[in-house]
């Protein structure tokens, strides 16, 4: 069977309910040393930041009247975002992008990962294993007295994050294997009628297809923080807003702040609520990062949201899905491809091995952009109603893995657009300098590019909570506008 450089583009853009016609306005420029894996980890973000790029374009053409502009993805483009975090220097500084116990280690019976970036979660994992000493050597000799199923018990009972080591058929046994392999790659529902969005048709150079829209952005980490940053690029008001209990790392903030402000407000008190829904009361889309179930007190169910605020979209991002018997548990990318048998199949028997790049993060971060670029197409497009997408890693590491060697054509020009650019790849211009607060970063430029659109976001990111929570303007300066359609360092 011949692989196109764009199946997977087509593959994602039926998922989320697209024409496909427009798959043809998609063009892409293969660069065969991008992303190497043994998995299909290149063809994968292609196809995720291909389809958010498309969603991106429909919505322009659904508020300008104009065709669906066109679209083209570059590897080097779609591979140097996809690994952002470790092109990103503070002020000439690299990140630490794993503290010391956010690693593998041998287990009596196999290996396990452990993710202990936070403090909260080394402290728990120092519980589980009951241990005062958290040096790796000490670490690693308790780990290597138990099995690794037993660790991953106990430091999750312990409120800690680790996974035991699965292979692709151990996963596909495991119950919540099993659930995640039942469920389609994100899904999307109507969870209210109502009338069209009506939005101002869309002017100005560069086409911003999301400005006027607010997003209340309630994610952490990666995925979440990547597709709200995505919709900043794209003209929304993105607010990120976190508990002031719940700290995050600075660096990461750096590297998925860009075009958003960000504030801290406590649930618990009864004024920082009161100001919660007052946002709430003017948003027009509100991403959801954390476990399934864990903002629900706050009323924040799609449910709630679509009677609250009428027309909006929810966008709700997980680990394992919200289904199966791990449904409440928290995880991460990393330890997303040690269960489902990614890190069994990228490595060796004598270690297990990664993907090139955290792409279930990042990919999983586009395909929700994506959902919720479609899903304002539809409302303007007059079917309206609140919407409700979802989305989880482990889902898309199922897609990966079912993808397992499925690879591009020779890279010749085709029907599909492909564009063959050789077997080199160099980030550089795909690498950009700017100013902040938080120093000078070089940072990675964004892989959403389609005709006429902005290359580059209105704004660096700022302090982590030190904006007020409150909407700003509807609509970006022209400073703005100007600074976004500069190309620093794009390749041509």
Not at 50 to 56: F, Q, S, T
């Amino acid at each position: 069977m011949t692989h196109t450089s764009l199946d997977g583009t087509r593959s994602v853009w039926a998922a989320l309910g697209g024409d496909p016609a427009l798959v043809s306005r998609v063009s892409a420029v293969v660069r065969a040393n991008a992303l190497p894996a043994r998995l299909p980890a290149r063809e994968l973000a292609r196809a995720c930041v291909g389809a958010c790029a498309l969603a991106a374009a429909e919505l322009t053409a659904a508020r300008t009247g104009q065709a669906v502009p066109t679209v083209r993805i570059d590897d080097g483009a779609v591979a140097t975002a996809f690994t952002s975090e470790r092109h990103l220097l503070v002020d000439g500084r690299a990140p630490v992008a794993f503290a010391p116990l956010s690693r593998f280690w041998r287990t009596a019976d196999g290996w396990v990962r452990t993710h202990a970036n936070y403090p909260h979660h080394q402290a728990a994992l120092q519980a589980a294993l009951g241990i005062s000493d958290p040096s790796v050597d000490s670490v690693a000799a308790r780990l290597a007295e138990r099995s690794a199923v037993e660790v991953e018990s106990a430091v999750y009972a312990a409120g800690g994050l680790a996974v035991a080591l699965r292979t692709p058929q151990e996963w596909a046994a495991h119950p919540q294997g099993v659930a995640v392999a039942e469920r389609p790659l994100l899904s999307r529902e109507r969870t209210a009628e109502g009338p069209a969005r009506a939005v101002p048709e869309l002017t100005g150079t560069p086409a911003l297809p999301a400005a006027g829209l607010r997003v209340l952005d309630l994610t952490r980490v990666i995925a979440g923080p990547v597709a709200t940053r995505t919709l900043a690029l794209l003209g929304a008001d993105v607010l990120r807003v976190d508990s002031p209990r719940l700290p995050e790392l600075p660096d990461q903030h750096a590297d998925t702040g860009f075009g958003k402000r960000s504030a801290t407000l406590d649930l618990t008190e009864r004024a920082d609520r009161r100001t919660f829904d007052e946002l709430l009361a003017r948003a027009d889309v509100v991403v959801t990062g954390y476990r399934p179930g864990a903002l629900d007190r706050f009323g924040l169910t799609p449910e709630a949201l679509a009677e609250r605020r009428p027309g909006v979209v929810v966008a709700q991002l997980s680990a394992w899905g919200g289904y199966g018997p791990w449904a409440g548990r928290r995880g991460f990318d990393s330890l997303v491809q040690v269960a489902t048998g990614i890190a069994a199949v990228e490595g060796s028997a004598e270690q297990p091995g990664a993907l090139p790049a955290q792409a279930l993060d990042h990919g999983t971060g586009y395909l929700l952009a994506a959902a919720v670029l479609r899903s304002l197409t539809e409302q303007v497009a007059g079917d309206g109603g609140a919407r409700c997408v979802r989305l989880a890693l482990a889902r898309t590491a199922g897609w990966l893995m079912a993808a397992g060697g499925a690879g591009d054509s020779d890279g010749s020009d085709g029907p599909d657009g492909g564009n063959g650019a050789g077997s080199s790849y160099d980030p550089g211009p795909w690498l950009a300098e700017t100013g902040s607060s938080l120093g000078r970063l070089r940072h990675a430029l964004p892989p959403v590019s389609f005709s006429g659109g902005p290359a580059n976001w209105s704004r660096p990111p700022d302090r982590w909570g030190a904006d007020t929570p409150e909407w700003g303007r509807e609509e970006p300066t022209r400073a703005e506008r100007d600074s976004a359609s500069c190309l620093p360092g794009l390749a041509p």
